[in-house]
């Protein structure tokens, strides 16, 4: 699924009796005063998890990530590790079914920080770096274009118990963790859904607010740090021969 299409059906979830206030919070301590329950569902760089939790800042990975779409029709269906970065190419959500319209591609690409600019110049970086490696990502870089690109670092969250008295974090506010294992927004759907039975499940908000820590305070770490680990794996750069060689070998185990 598109995240632009899962975001528009929760936004079309939402009931109409939910009152929308949309102002820039420069302090959260005023939202506490008369509120039950905070929820901090601000992301990486949460507010709400600075206000409440000392020393949480984000953490810069000191990686580039490059994403966007190009319209052709994918390559192949990879993702592939080099020394030191890695190149991923999925089809777009829908691409290849009748009713879909065009196919498309999507894809992905990290390396150590270097960023200009110009996302043009940011691409030609890219190709530099990578061109010549492999065919089929010879083809997609000779399709992406700028204006379809994005340019971005990697930010995670340190560990934080994601509840506080009444505060509570949720999604990327909690944990957000390195992209390479594709479960950040999963998490963050998962920790809604366990909030929401534990306050319907429980008498009181203290209560509920325990039982939503117990249920995802580990999971979502195990998960945060999976993610780190693979991104390191993923990103090696003296040890990529060794790397390459272990996974061939763990491949050469089991059925091709």
């Known amino acids: 699924m598109a995240r632009s299409d899962l975001v528009r059906i929760l936004q079309q979830a939402v009931p109409g009796t939910v009152r929308i206030s949309r102002r820039r919070v420069e302090d959260v301590r005023p939202l506490r005063e008369d509120a039950d329950l905070l929820l901090g569902a601000d992301g990486v760089h949460s507010l709400v998890r600075r206000s409440g939790w000392p020393g949480s800042a984000a953490r810069n990975h000191g990686l580039t990530v490059l994403r966007g779409t190009a319209d052709i029709d994918p390559p192949e269906v990879a993702e592939t590790w080099g020394g030191g970065w890695l ?16 196919a498309g591609t999507n894809w992905f690409a990290c390396l150590p920080e270097h960023r200009t600019p110009s996302v043009a110049e940011d691409l030609a970086h890219l190709r530099a770096l990578v061109g010549g490696r492999r065919a089929p990502i010879d083809e997609l870089l000779g399709a992406v274009r700028a204006e379809t690109t994005l340019v971005h670092g990697i930010h995670s969250a340190p560990p934080v118990h994601p509840v506080r008295q009444n505060v509570a974090l949720l999604g990327d506010a909690a944990h957000a963790m390195a992209p390479n294992l594709g479960h950040g927004a999963n998490t963050a759907l998962e920790d809604a859904d366990a909030l929401a039975a534990s306050l319907r499940d429980r008498s009181g908000i203290p209560a509920a607010l325990r039982a939503y820590a117990r249920r995802r305070a580990a999971v979502d770490q195990a998960w945060r740090l999976g993610s780190a680990l693979m991104m390191r794996m993923a990103m090696m750069r003296s040890g990529a021969g060794a790397r390459d060689r272990a996974l061939r070998g763990i491949a050469s185990l089991g059925p091709r």
């Open 87 to 102: 190149v991923g190419i999925t089809p777009l959500a829908g691409s290849g079914r009748d009713d879909a319209g065009p």
